[in-house]
């Protein structure tokens, strides 16, 4: 299963941090991009829980640019799980399609996708058990809210998109145990109205890094009772730490830094709660 998977990761690492090897040909240090982003798993894989690459990015260098991406995937240790950050979403022949060319062609352990054509289409993903599919939900893009926030009747009332979206993630389809959801970072207050719908189901948060979310407020209001419950992802803070040789080295230092005020924010919000100490 990937969220015990994840789990593992997280506690080996000690780290909610995932790195998005996102690799934009203009800024790389290296010209081959799956030598550049080995270089970044290597610098980095004691100190993240999951990967994250971006297949527009790979789809954009062309034939050359997916094999980069399945040596990328290679690469990854075993013991770390790998999301595809594809945001798929289709019919049913389509999406299974889909499934298979993530999970089986290239050894996705979970997926990203979009929900706008409804439950059928999210089937072919939610089925394999095995694997984690990420239901886009709040994003942290500003024009998001063209449409997440737009209000929608519904048990009664009127809400918005994306608090329908996690009621069906909680209610419909996460019959198996395997669905998160994608809340963007850069709106706490949506996110903390999310965690409260949602107590159980784990968060993949963007916006934290060049996006300029507050990393303070996103661990606070994604924190579930359990003390985890999210992942932070961060890509360009990352990956373009340096534009020198010693590209590796600085993802590795900036990893190091963004999992460790992770961590701090952490332990504050807990000790914060009723009964550990803190105010109430």
């Known amino acids: 299963m990937f969220f015990a ?3 593992e990761a997280i506690q080996r690492n000690h780290s909610f941090l995932c790195v998005g090897l996102d690799p934009d040909p203009a800024r790389l240090p290296e010209r081959d991009v799956a030598a550049f ?9 004691d100190l993240v829980c999951v990967y994250k690459p971006n297949l527009a990015f790979y789809e954009a260098l062309g034939p050359q640019g997916m094999e980069a991406l399945q040596r990328t995937v290679e690469a990854i240790p075993e013991g770390i799980p790998v999301i595809a950050d594809a945001k798929r979403g289709d019919i049913g022949s389509t999406a299974e399609a889909y499934a298979r060319a ?6 996705f352990d979970a997926v990203t996708v979009n929900p706008y054509l409804g439950g059928d289409a999210l089937s072919p993903f939610l089925e394999r058990v095995d694997k984690g599919v990420f239901v886009l939900c709040r994003t942290s893009n500003p024009g998001g809210a063209d449409l997440q926030d737009r209000l929608i009747a519904a048990d009664g009332d009127a809400h918005p998109l ?3 979206v996690a009621g069906l993630a909680r209610d419909k389809w996460n019959v198996h145990g395997n669905v998160g959801l994608v809340v963007g970072a850069t709106y706490p207050q949506e996110l903390g109205r999310i965690r409260q719908l949602c107590p159980d189901m784990t968060f993949l948060l963007p916006g934290v890094g060049a996006q ?3 990393v303070a407020a ?3 209001n994604a924190l ?6 999210f992942i ?5 803070q990352i990956l373009y730490a340096s534009s020198g040789r010693d590209y590796a080295q600085a993802a590795r230092r900036a990893a190091q830094a963004l999992r460790d005020e992770i961590n701090r924010q952490r332990e504050a919000a807990l000790a914060s709660r009723p009964g550990r100490g803190g105010q109430a």
């Open 5 to 7: 998977k994840l789990g």
């Open 37 to 45: 982003n080995r270089a970044i798993i290597e610098a980095t894989a």
């Open 102 to 107: 993530l999970f089986d062609a290239y050894g």
């Open 162 to 164: 994306y608090e329908v």
């Open 212 to 214: 300029g979310a507050d």
């Open 218 to 220: 996103a661990v606070r």
């Open 224 to 229: 579930d009772e359990g003390g985890g419950g």
């Open 232 to 236: 932070i992802t961060s890509s360009r």
